[in-house]
């Protein structure tokens, strides 16, 4: 019977492991995705900005002044309070 145990506890061992690489295999999957957002981002911003130089640019204020807004009314982060 203990080795019947042992065997469903190394079993069990497996699974878990299998599944911790899976999701470093996850997170990486999710950071290639948003770097490959990124650069595409960066690329269409450029291809604007030597295309269209004024839409470029009022794209670009567009965008300042809305992280300027969401930061203006964002909540403060509230601070632990020590006993």
């Known amino acids: 019977m203990e080795c019947l ?6 079993l069990d061992d497996l699974y878990g ?9 996850r997170r990486f999957m999710i950071g290639l995705a948003a770097l490959a957002a990124l650069v595409a981002g960066a690329a269409a911003g450029t ?18 002044v809305t992280l300027l807004y969401r930061s203006a009314i964002k909540a403060p ?4 309070q020590s006993a």
């Open 17 to 25: 492991m299998i599944g911790l690489v899976f999701e470093r295999l």
């Open 5 to 10: 145990m042992q065997y469903l506890d190394d």
């Open 47 to 64: 291809w604007l900005a030597f295309v269209h130089t004024p839409i470029a640019a009022a794209t670009g204020i567009l965008l300042f």
């Open 77 to 80: 982060a509230q601070k632990p």
